[in-house]
C-alpha cells in the first residue's frame, strides 16, 4: 500500500487561486498513489496577524483595535471561501466565524487580565491552520474529492513546551493510525493542521514557527508513508536562497545531513526538524513546487551520488550574537567549558555555533538576538571567581552577526574547500570572524558581520558555479 503525504505551505493555501492549484495536484496524487494525506498551513501571514492581534489585545488593551483586526480576519477568509465554495460556502464561513469568536475570547480574556501565557498563545497561534484545513476539504469535496479535515490536536501528541513542542512518537502514532487509518480505507484524503498538536492531557501546543513541514513528517513516520512530499513556492531546495542569490538553481538530490546543516543554519524552505521523523525509517521526502507541479523537485535521501564539486549550496542565517570567554588562566583548566554552556542553558538560549581556540584560551559561540545581555549576565556570575583571578580577562558580545554555511557531502575528503572558501570571502573583502567545521564535515559556517552576510553569501555561491573539483569517484555521500 503506497501512501503519500503532502504538505502544503502558507503561500501555498494563501489565495484562492492557489488552493484551486491545491486541488489539481491532490486531485492528480490520488490517481498515481493508494492513499494520499493532505497537511495544510494556515494562509499566508495568518500565523503573523494571529500573534499580532493578542499583543495588541495585551499591550494595548484597546478592545476596538482588537476587533478591527479579527474583522480583517475573517473577512480575508470569507473572501477566499466565497470565490472557492458554493454549497457547503455558508457551513464552512460558519465553522470560520466559529474559531474566530473562540480567538476573540481569548483575546478578551488576555485584554482584560493583561498577561499573556505561553498555552493562550499557542491555542490562538495554531487558529489559522485550524481555518485553512476546513476550507481545503470543502473545496476538495466541492471538486468532487472525498475529504475531511482534522485537527492535529486529535492526532500528534506532544510535550509541554508551548510554542516549540516535541511529538512523543509512540502515542502520536497510536492516534494518528487509529484516527485516519479506517478514513484512508474509505478513500478519504484527509486534511490535516500542520503546526500544532496537543498534549496528553488535551492542552493545545504549536511545534514553533514553520513547523508544518515537521508535521507532515511526523504524520508521515506514523503512517508508515512510501514518501513526504513538501509543496511550496519554489521548484525545490536551491543553491542559495533565490531572494539573496537570483542565479540561485534547484538541487536535484540531497542527503539528510546536507538538507539538515542547510534548514539548520536558515535555509527557510524546510523545518529543520523535518527531517528526525523520517530519517530513521528511510522515507524520502521531496521539496516541490505548488505553481510549477510538473518540476521534480528536490528529493532527500539517505545517501546521494557525489557532484562535481564540493560545496551544494550555501545559507545564512541572521540576527545572532557571538559571545566570547577568553583568558590565559583558561588554558588546562578542566570544566570552564562544562560551567560556560550550563550557564548559557539556564537562560534557556540555544546555541548555533560553537568554536574553540586550540591553544584552550577562549571559547566562542553564538545564539539568537534576543536574551544575549542576560546569557552574559548569568556567565558573569559564573565565572565571577575567574574574572575576580584574572583567569578569564574578559566575557565579550558582539550583536548582529550571521552565519553564512557552505554545504555539501562531497567535501568530505576533499582539499582545499576551506581555501576556496576564504579565497572567495577574502576577495568579496569580509571578514570571517569565527569558524567552525562540523565532524560530519558537510558543512563549514563562518561567522561574519551582519551587513556583509548577503554579499558572503553570494561570494560563496559563485563558487558552486566554478566548483570543478575531481569528486566523480567518491562513494556515495549521506
Ligand atoms: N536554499 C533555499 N532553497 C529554496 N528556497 C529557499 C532557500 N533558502 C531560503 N528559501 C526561501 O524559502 C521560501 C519557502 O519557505 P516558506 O516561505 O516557509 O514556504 P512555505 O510557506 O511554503 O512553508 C522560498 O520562497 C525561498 O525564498
Ligand atoms: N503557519 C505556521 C506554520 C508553518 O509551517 O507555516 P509555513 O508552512 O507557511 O511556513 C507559521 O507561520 O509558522
Not at 337 to 349: H, I, L, N, S
Request: proline share 4%; aromatic share 4%.
Amino acid at each position: 500500500m503506497r501512501l503519500l503525504v503532502t504538505k502544503f505551505g502558507g503561500t501555498s493555501v494563501g489565495s484562492a487561486e492557489a488552493i484551486r492549484g491545491l486541488t489539481a495536484i491532490t486531485t492528480t496524487n490520488r490517481t498515481t498513489w493508494d492513499h494520499v494525506v493532505v497537511v495544510v498551513s494556515a494562509l499566508s501571514g495568518v500565523t503573523d496577524k494571529l500573534l499580532n492581534i493578542v499583543r495588541v489585545a495585551q499591550t494595548t488593551g484597546d478592545a476596538a483595535a482588537v476587533a478591527a483586526l479579527h474583522a480583517e480576519l475573517r473577512q480575508r477568509h470569507h473572501d477566499v471561501i466565497g470565490e472557492l465554495l458554493d454549497a457547503e460556502q455558508a457551513a464552512i464561513q460558519a465553522e470560520i466565524d466559529g474559531l474566530l469568536d473562540e480567538c476573540a475570547r481569548l483575546c478578551e480574556g488576555v485584554r482584560v487580565l493583561g498577561e499573556l501565557t505561553p498555552r493562550t498563545l499557542d491555542a490562538i497561534a495554531g487558529l489559522g491552520e485550524r481555518m485553512s484545513a476546513r476550507i481545503v476539504a470543502a473545496t476538495l469535496r466541492h471538486l468532487g474529492v472525498p475529504a475531511q479535515h482534522f485537527d492535529a490536536s486529535d492526532l500528534i501528541v506532544t510535550d509541554d513546551r508551548y510554542q516549540d513542542a516535541s511529538p512523543l512518537m509512540p502515542e502520536t502514532t497510536e492516534r494518528t493510525t487509529a484516527t485516519l487509518g479506517p478514513i484512508l480505507d474509505q478513500g478519504i484524503t484527509p486534511v490535516v493542521t500542520g503546526f500544532i498538536g496537543a498534549t496528553l492531557a488535551g492542552v493545545k501546543t504549536t511545534l514553533g514557527r514553520g513547523g508544518s513541514d515537521w508535521s507532515a513528517a511526523i504524520l508521515g513516520a506514523a503512517l508508515e508513508a512510501s514518501e513526504v512530499w513538501i509543496y511550496t513556492d519554489v521548484d525545490g531546495v536551491m543553491t542559495a536562497d533565490p531572494r539573496i542569490a537570483p542565479d540561485a538553481h534547484v538541487i536535484s538530490t540531497l542527503s539528510y545531513n546536507e538538507i539538515s546543516e542547510l534548514a539548520y543554519y536558515g535555509a527557510k524552505v524546510l523545518h529543520p526538524k523535518t527531517i528526525r521523523p523520517v530519517v530513521e525509517r528511510g522515507i524520502p521526502l521531496r521539496v516541490k513546487n505548488t505553481f510549477n507541479p510538473s518540476h521534480s523537485g528536490t528529493v532527500i535521501v539517505g545517501k546521494t551520488e557525489p557532484i562535481v564539486g564540493a560545496i551544494k549550496a550555501v545559507t545564512a542565517i541572521h540576527n545572532l550574537t557571538m559571545i566570547t570567554v577568553a583568558g590565559r588562566g583558561m588554558l588546562g583548566v578542566p570544566g570552564i567549558a562544562a560551567r560556560t554552556f550550563g550557564a548559557v542553558a539556564r537562560e534557556d538560549a540555544s546555541i548555533l555555533m560553537i568554536s574553540q581556540a586550540s591553544s584552550e584560551q577562549s571559547i566562542c559561540f553564538v545564539i539568537p538576538d534576543g536574551g544575549a545581555k542576560r546569557v552574559v549576565e548569568s556567565l558573569n556570575q559564573e565565572l565571577a571567581i575567574e574574572l575576580e583571578r584574572r583567569d578569564i580577562d574578559t566575557i565579550a558580545l558582539e550583536e548582529g552577526v550571521s552565519i553564512i554555511t557552505a554545504v555539501g557531502a562531497g567535501m568530505r575528503g576533499t582539499t582545499g574547500v576551506a581555501k576556496r572558501v576564504f579565497s572567495a570571502i577574502g576577495d568579496a573583502e569580509i571578514n570571517v570572524i569565527a569558524i567552525a567545521q562540523g565532524s560530519s564535515e558537510c558543512a563549514i559556517s563562518l561567522v561574519v558581520s551582519g551587513d556583509s552576510a548577503k554579499a558572503g553569501v553570494r561570494a560563496i555561491h559563485a563558487l558552486t558555479y566554478r566548483e570543478t573539483i575531481n569528486a566523480q569517484h567518491r562513494p556515495p555521500c549521506e
